[in-house]
């Protein structure tokens, strides 16, 4: 058996940045990841830009060598002040470029089987795996499907849905009712981002909303549309003519926001459609059908692009995301249950593993009931990383203990960064 001293189970945005961090540190490091390919939201999922988190950010060293390693492949720009505008592309090419460097293993297209406990720790992970010849000691027949097993000295479910927590039996904290909408994002490309950034800018004056800045002679912009009321949307009057129309369903006007996209100069990001009627993201019938209603929202977009919008004529689908946008599943229960009276009072800890000021961002699947609240500092204790039942498994990411508001503020990307990054400086000086 193959022992690590780090096993990171889902290679998205918290586990590269925990195994990237536990490779540097010198620890023997394996990170188990679905797909075909590290990034997780950011390329699976296309959710892109990494939103800001705040001026006193911590553990952003894994965060800055991705910004820079995109940066030297052509696959980031520096806009509004952010210089987290990634091509998800090339962003799979600069995760593989770090994990090089940092010496850490990664099984690509590997599923668990089954995980050995022992006096609460976990001992062996049980994966699907073909290249076994390096483990053949450990090669078993199960259900015709070859496996193998390593071992783990610590173990980080990075998984979103917390997979190995769900394995091991832990405790969770989610409730029935708490959801939010999922969304599937795409990209259109074939654009004339001049002639449509020339429209925009007239149509569209209000600069909290629609954004436009030329960068090495590239277009970039972003700019968005919800049916909720809580500000005037210069979009609005296009968006009611499609739906009178019939180009639109008012269901596809419940939120619509779009971004340009670093390297790819005709191309524009949407972070839509949000799907508001299946919300369970743990139950395939309910993301089956989200998935079957989400593409047909897309092609209304392309429709409704290619009308409305100048520059647009010659749109095309181009990409459309390999996994929904979730915003929260299970949360786990930790050493600590965070809280949203933790965040609103900028609650301070002896081991933070993140600090922000990212919103309490909570989307609704009912008109004007979603939430973004405004707050200050706020820290995350690694109490809140770690599994309340299993001694040696942290998790990072959207799964953390913390309860449904909170969670709502820290689930975002650039929090996720900092949380895999300093559950694996913790897990460091544990061995140290």
């Not at 950011?42 to 990494?50: A, D, H, K, R, W």
């Not at 293993?105 to 049980?126: Q, V």
């Not at 459609?273 to 998935?291: F, G, M, Q």
Request: glycine share 6%; aromatic share 10%.
């Amino acid at each position: 058996m193959n022992k690590y001293d780090v096993v990171v189970v889902g290679g998205g945005t918290a586990g590269c940045a925990a195994a990237y961090t536990a490779g540097m540190a010198g620890l023997k490091t394996l990170i188990i990841e679905k797909n075909i390919h590290l990034g997780g939201t950011i390329t699976s999922g296309l959710v892109i830009p990494v939103m800001k988190s705040g001026n006193n950010q911590i553990n952003t060293e894994f965060r800055n060598a991705l910004i820079e390693e995109c940066r030297k492949l052509g696959g980031q720009t520096t806009f509004q002040d952010n210089p987290a505008w990634f091509n998800p592309e090339i962003t799979k090419i600069a995760l593989d470029n770090l994990m090089k460097r940092a010496h850490v293993e990664i099984f690509f297209d590997t599923n668990i089987l089954g995980i050995k406990i022992e006096n609460n720790m976990i001992k062996r992970i049980k994966i699907t795996k073909e290249i076994l010849s390096a483990y053949n000691d450990e090669i078993e027949m199960e259900t015709k499907k070859l496996s193998v097993s390593v071992g783990a000295r610590y173990v980080i479910d990075a998984t979103g849905n917390c997979v190995v927590g769900k394995i091991c039996n832990c405790n969770f904290l989610e409730k029935d009712h708490e959801f939010q909408p999922v969304t599937l994002r795409f990209m259109m490309a074939g654009i004339n981002l001049r002639k449509f950034s020339e429209w925009l800018k007239v149509y569209d004056k209000d600069r909290n909303v629609t954004v436009i800045q030329e960068i090495d002679g590239y277009i970039h912009l972003s700019t968005a549309y919800t049916w909720d009321k809580d500000k005037k949307w210069a979009l609005e009057p296009i968006f009611k003519d499609a739906v009178k129309q019939g180009v639109l369903k008012r269901y596809d006007t419940n939120y619509f926001q779009i971004f340009t996209v670093p390297g790819m100069p005709d191309t524009v990001a949407f972070n839509c459609p949000r799907i508001i009627d299946y919300n369970n993201s743990l139950e395939v019938k309910s993301i089956s059908k989200a998935l079957l209603l989400a593409r047909q929202n897309i092609y209304r977009y392309l429709q409704f692009c290619r009308k409305y919008f100048p520059g647009f004529e010659n749109a095309y689908i181009s990409n459309m995301a390999d996994m929904l946008g979730v915003r929260v599943s299970r949360r786990i229960k930790g050493k600590y249950v965070y809280t949203i009276d933790d965040l609103r009072s900028g609650k301070k800890f002896s081991h933070p593993v993140v600090i922000s000021d990212y919103p309490v961002d909570v989307h609704s699947n009912k008109k004007a009931e979603s939430r973004l609240e405004k707050v200050k500092d706020y820290q995350l204790p690694i109490e809140s990383l770690m599994s309340a039942d299993i001694d040696n498994l942290f998790v990072a990411g959207r799964c953390l203990s913390a309860d449904f508001l909170s969670q709502g503020a820290l689930r975002v990307q650039g929090s996720c960064f900092s949380m895999g990054e300093g559950v694996a400086k913790y897990i460091a000086s544990l061995l140290a």
